[in-house]
């Protein structure tokens, strides 16, 4: 694989990596100067296929490493026997990893052992608490040890960074979960999964729920179920929709508390298209997920994260999102709020675009071009 272009090699695992590079790897491919290649480590297998379905870009190398309940060990030591390969066959000139999952720990560390520059998307990201979430907020801060280029999406990760005396290679530019949302949602979407068409989104108010950190296994988890399974008794005007994450863990904990209630409705993982549209006409979202919280504000629908902090602090500032924690009484209460005091869903409910303006994989390819040389000027920084 000689070229005279810089190679870049995007590398990604998970599902909520592959919605966030896809988008990104496209717009290298059509950088002309650049030989653009993806590498997946499929740490997520059936979920990761699908969001590659969806954006129509297969990988160019696939380490094919996910177990069954996998371990942070197994992933990490396969992901990084797996990278030692295609670096060594592809030699890159930059390896671009994205956000905090052992895929990315692993991705830029063995780039590093092979001395290749790192670019880091969505950097800067804190909450330091190295506990949670768990292992996520120090796999981000490795990896920003780690990388060379920084690619933030918003001030306040700059800031963090800058916090940290990490000040070169900084770039501000939105999340790229802004620019595939834009791709997605569309106003007429007959979802495939057919329980969703058959949903009475006028008269009933629609709770989309995902849940899955590690952090939550275990009693925030039977309390956060417990919580949602009397919301579905004490309001009979809802309908809760959960696609549940493949992980058995959380299957066997969402099958054991909400099983058999005939408003609540656990389905398989949803396609990013599917989920997108979904939020687009649900009421209420209630997660742990981290690009929920930046997805369903721009989509102006209120979120109650079920954790205890976030990394992600524009949308509660900008009113769109909550912290509700993970205690049954709280996650119930502030939930059942916003199903009866209409002034506090409506002062929740208005769409704000504090992670990105759509041109963040721009940005990012404006960026990756002016480190090589094929640019005059570095990207204008996202504003807000
Ligand atoms: C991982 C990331 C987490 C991210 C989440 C997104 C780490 C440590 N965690 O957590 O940051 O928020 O992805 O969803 O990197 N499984 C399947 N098929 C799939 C995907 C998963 O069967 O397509 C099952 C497997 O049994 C696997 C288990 O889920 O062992 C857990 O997957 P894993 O990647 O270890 O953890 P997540 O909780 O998904
Ligand atoms: N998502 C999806 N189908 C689902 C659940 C989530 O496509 O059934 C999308 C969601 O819209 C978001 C991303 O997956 O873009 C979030 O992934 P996840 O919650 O697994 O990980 P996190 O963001 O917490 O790391």
Redesign the pocket.
């Known amino acids: 694989m000689t070229t005279n272009k810089p190679t870049v090699l995007t590398v990604f ?4 990596e592959a919605i966030k590079m896809c988008p990104l790897v496209k717009e290298l491919d059509r950088r002309p100067g650049l030989n653009s290649l993806c590498c997946v480590t499929a ?7 699908s969001v590659l379905d969806i954006f129509g870009r297969r990988a160019d190398f696939d380490l094919d490493i ?7 060990s197994t ?1 990490t030591s396969k992901c990084l026997l797996g990278m030692e390969g295609v670096l060594e066959r592809v030699k890159p000139d930059l390896v671009l990893v994205h ?6 720990f692993s991705g830029a560390l063995a780039a590093f052992y092979h001395r290749i520059p790192v670019g880091h998307v969505e950097a800067g990201l804190r909450t330091y608490d190295k506990w949670s ?1 768990y ?2 907020e120090m ?1 981000r801060r490795m990896v920003g040890a780690i990388a060379d280029l920084h690619f933030c999406p918003t001030a306040a990760n700059r800031d963090n960074l800058a916090r940290e005396n990490i000040t070169r290679g900084v770039f501000l530019t939105g999340n790229t979960v802004i620019d595939a949302l834009q791709t997605t949602v569309k106003e007429h979407f007959t979802f495939r999964e057919d329980i969703l068409n058959r949903l009475d989104h006028v008269d009933r108010k629609i709770i989309l729920v995902t849940c ?3 952090e939550n296994y275990g009693q925030p988890m039977a309390s956060i179920m417990t919580a949602l399974r009397r919301l579905a008794d004490a309001f009979p005007d809802t309908e809760l929709v959960y696609p549940v ?6 299957q066997e904990a969402a099958h054991r508390y909400l099983d058999g209630h005939p408003r609540i409705h656990l389905i398989a ?1 949803l396609s990013v298209d599917e989920m997108h549209n979904l939020m687009a006409r649900c009421y209420l979202v209630m997660t742990d ?2 690009g929920l919280q930046e997805e369903a504000p721009a989509l102006g629908k209120p979120v109650l994260v079920l954790r205890k902090e976030t990394e992600r602090p524009e949308a509660v500032r900008a009113g769109t999102v909550r912290l509700a924690g993970v205690e049954e009484e709280a996650v119930f209460s502030q939930a059942a709020r916003l199903l009866t005091d209409p002034a506090a869903y409506t002062a929740m409910a208005h769409a704000v675009n504090p992670y990105g303006d759509g041109q963040a994989c721009r940005r990012i390819a404006d960026a990756v071009e002016w480190h090589f040389g094929l640019r005059a000027e570095p990207p204008e920084p996202f504003d807000p």
């Open positions: 695992g998970t599902r909520p740490q997520h297998r059936e979920m990761l296929d996910m177990e069954p309940r996998q371990t942070l992933i956000g905090d999952t052992s895929t990315t979430p292992p996520e796999n899955h950190r590690r994450h493949l992980s058995p863990v959380v993982p997920s981290g």
